[in-house]
């Protein structure tokens, strides 16, 4: 069982890099506290990976044939991404990071289906042009729904924080249940743990990693892209619930990161296009690019000396993985 602890990493991982992605834009709008955040994130992720994980978990396995041995050098690998781009304040993708790796380790063998592989990818392509429109539609629609009929300014802000608290919860419940199988998927898939199983530990670190290494995101989807005020922080947060919730349902795990910035420059496009800042934009595209490729390179670093040194060589592995991330993190 001590291969569960890549998917332990994982999550911790995914989760403080993610919580961002849920209410960044109201604590940076000033309609959240920060710490009432993390808590309402961590709760709801952990209950939307055991209420509705189950039903992402089977994609990664239809993907590649994954030995548990393999799937900690995945998850390790995975991590080591994520907890990088987490370092430089960058959103990064954890199922392009995870697919990443699948597809560096099997550049040395033959297991791939191209026909999942196609499937995830479009998703990918989909997911921030779903919520850019949702946000866009919703601005429009709310705007004369809420905006135009409550007439008092305090009555109007408190709408807006009761609003943002439950759109909150939703999309952190979204994120967990999309989520959870980019963390223990594998696991699952190769027999490791049941899926229950598999959706409780991953839900469980998921919940660690945003109570614990989660600030260094919050800003730059905040407020980095578009300045937010409250009425269009609470439009992206569904905007982004919305759409991992159904892809969460089509049983294909997405990118939240993806979601929420879709769902900002929505909010620019209905704004204007000279609120946007390309300058982060182009910073977060980058990171998408290079998210998939670093994983994909460590996977088949990790893969080539395996093959050389055996199976004696994960616990090496794993220790300079750790090594690495605390060097990271003291800095």
Same mark, same amino acid.
């Given at each position: 069982?001590?291969?569960?602890?890549?998917?332990?990493?994982?999550?911790?991982?995914?989760?403080?890099?993610? /919580? %961002?992605?849920?209410?960044?834009?109201? #604590? $940076?709008?000033? +309609?959240?506290?920060?710490?009432? !955040?993390?808590? *309402?994130? =961590?709760?709801?992720?952990?209950?939307?990976?055991?209420?509705?994980?189950?039903?992402?978990?089977?994609?990664?396995?239809?993907?590649?044939?994954?030995?548990?041995?393999?799937?900690?050098?995945?998850?390790?690998?995975?991590?080591?991404?994520?907890?990088?781009?987490?370092?430089?304040?960058?959103?990064?993708?954890?199922?392009?990071?995870?697919?990443?790796?699948?597809?560096?380790?099997?550049?040395?063998?033959?297991?791939?289906?191209?026909?999942?592989?196609?499937?995830?990818?479009?998703?990918?392509?989909?997911?921030?042009?779903?919520?850019?429109?949702?946000?866009?539609?919703?601005?429009?629609?709310?705007?004369?729904?809420?905006?135009?009929?409550?007439?008092?300014? /305090? %009555?109007?802000?408190?709408?807006?924080? #009761? $609003?943002?608290? +439950?759109?909150?919860?939703?999309? !952190?419940?979204? *994120?967990? =249940?999309?989520?959870?199988?980019?963390?223990?998927?594998?696991?699952?898939?190769?027999?490791?743990?049941?899926?229950?199983?598999?959706?409780?530990?991953?839900?469980?670190?998921?919940?660690?990693?945003?109570?614990?290494?989660?600030?260094?995101?919050?800003?730059?989807?905040?407020?980095?892209?578009?300045?937010?005020?409250?009425?269009?922080?609470?439009?992206?947060?569904?905007?982004?619930?919305?759409?991992?919730?159904?892809?969460?349902?089509?049983?294909?795990?997405?990118?939240?990161?993806?979601?929420?910035?879709?769902?900002?420059?929505?909010?620019?496009?209905?704004?204007?296009?000279?609120?946007?800042?390309?300058?982060?934009?182009?910073?977060?595209?980058?990171?998408?690019?290079?998210?998939?490729?670093?994983?994909? #390179?460590?996977?088949?670093?990790?893969?080539?000396?395996?093959?050389?040194?055996?199976? =004696?060589?994960?616990?090496?592995?794993?220790?300079?993985?750790?090594?690495?991330?605390?060097?990271?993190?003291?800095?």
């Amino acid at each position: 069982m001590w291969r569960i602890l890549g998917g332990l990493f994982l999550g911790w991982s995914l989760g403080a890099n993610h /919580s %961002a992605n849920i209410f960044g834009t109201a #604590v $940076a709008s000033g +309609l959240v506290r920060f710490s009432h !955040a993390l808590w *309402l994130t =961590a709760i709801y992720v952990l209950l939307g990976a055991v209420m509705e994980g189950v039903k992402c978990m089977s994609t990664y396995g239809k993907l590649a044939f994954v030995h548990p041995d393999t799937a900690f050098l995945l998850t390790i690998s995975t991590a080591v991404t994520m907890t990088v781009l987490t370092r430089a304040g960058i959103p990064a993708s954890t199922s392009q990071a995870l697919v990443g790796a699948i597809l560096g380790w099997s550049f040395l063998e033959t297991s791939l289906d191209y026909s999942q592989l196609a499937k995830i990818v479009l998703c990918w392509t989909l997911t921030p042009v779903t919520s850019l429109i949702c946000s866009a539609s919703l601005h429009r629609a709310f705007a004369k729904l809420i905006v135009e009929r409550i007439a008092s300014f /305090s %009555a109007r802000n408190r709408f807006y924080f #009761v $609003a943002v608290l +439950l759109t909150g919860c939703y999309a !952190a419940y979204g *994120l967990g =249940a999309n989520s959870v199988a980019n963390v223990t998927g594998v696991y699952v898939t190769s027999g490791l743990v049941s899926t229950q199983a598999g959706a409780l530990i991953g839900g469980l670190s998921m919940a660690l990693g945003v109570l614990t290494y989660s600030g260094r995101v919050m800003m730059t989807v905040g407020k980095g892209i578009v300045p937010l005020d409250p009425f269009s922080a609470m439009v992206v947060v569904f905007a982004e619930a919305a759409t991992l919730h159904l892809f969460t349902q089509l049983g294909v795990p997405v990118s939240s990161s993806q979601a929420v910035v879709g769902a900002v420059v929505g909010i620019g496009f209905v704004k204007g296009l000279e609120t946007i800042n390309r300058r982060v934009v182009l910073k977060i595209g980058f990171g998408w690019v290079v998210t998939p490729l670093c994983a994909g #390179v460590l996977a088949l670093v990790a893969h080539t000396l395996l093959m050389l040194a055996g199976a =004696a060589s994960l616990a090496s592995l794993f220790a300079k993985a750790l090594a690495l991330v605390s060097l990271l993190n003291l800095r």
